[in-house]
């Protein structure tokens, strides 16, 4: 099936927010995109919006504490959330990072659902249960969205997508697990698929 994909190509950046005052008026709904600190979330958006550098690379990992705001149109956003699970980052910084992502998955109205992006090698770690976890009381969509897919075999891939659909078989919302590579376009389809109903759905 051949996916609307020309919206997604015209996505621009829309604003960053340090904290929750500075997040827009919610406009249409939106998917937030979470994960590890390079686990290949601002190459997963660019890849899905066809653009090479929509979402800047952080050239200093862990320092980076925005939320930043993509908007596809009026009715679609997407949302990219600091990355967590840097050791360097102090106490204080963590307890920031849990505040602003706190703050965002309990009080957007307008969220649809989001992407939990992991590397294939090292999926569900301790902090992206956490994430997890919070998505379900909170009652969200939830997509697994494995990177990096283009490091292992094929077999290996198939067979953590299998794991990681064990693992979260007790979610209660809507959930999916995708295997991606960014460099390969592996999965953007599906993964297209997915967010567009969870767009059209809300
Ligand atoms: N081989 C391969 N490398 C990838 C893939 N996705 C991301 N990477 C690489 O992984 C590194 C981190 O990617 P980013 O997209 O910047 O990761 P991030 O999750 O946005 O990281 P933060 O912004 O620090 O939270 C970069 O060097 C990417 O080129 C992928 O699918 N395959
Ligand atoms: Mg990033």
Redesign the pocket.
């Known amino acids: 099936m051949t996916r609307p994909l020309e919206p997604w190509r015209q996505a621009e950046f829309e604003i960053s927010a340090a904290e929750p005052r500075g997040f827009p008026a919610p406009r249409g709904t939106e998917i937030a995109f979470v ?1 590890r ?7 997963a958006l660019n890849t899905l919006c066809g653009q090479r550098s929509l979402a800047r ?2 050239r200093t ?2 320092r ?1 504490q925005l939320v930043n705001f993509f908007r596809i149109d009026d009715a679609r956003c997407l949302v990219d959330l600091p ?1 967590y699970g840097f050791a360097k980052v102090s106490i204080e910084a963590k307890q920031r990072w849990q505040w602003l992502i706190g703050a965002y998955l309990e009080g957007r109205s307008n969220l649809a659902g989001v992407v939990l ?1 992991m590397d294939i090698r090292h999926p569900l770690t301790d902090a992206d249960r956490l994430m997890v976890g919070w998505c379900a009381d909170a009652g969200v969509r939830l997509l697994a969205l494995l ?2 897919a ?2 292992v075999s094929r077999g290996a891939a198939a067979g953590t997508v299998r794991k990681v659909v064990a693992d979260l078989n007790g979610y209660p919302a809507a959930h999916e697990v995708v295997a ?4 390969k376009t592996t999965g953007v389809s599906e993964v297209l698929t997915i967010l567009e109903d969870w767009f059209t759905e809300t």
């Open positions: 994960g600190s390079n686990a290949g979330k601002s190459s690379t952080s990992p862990g980076t990355g992006v990177s990096k283009d490091k991606f590579s960014a460099p």
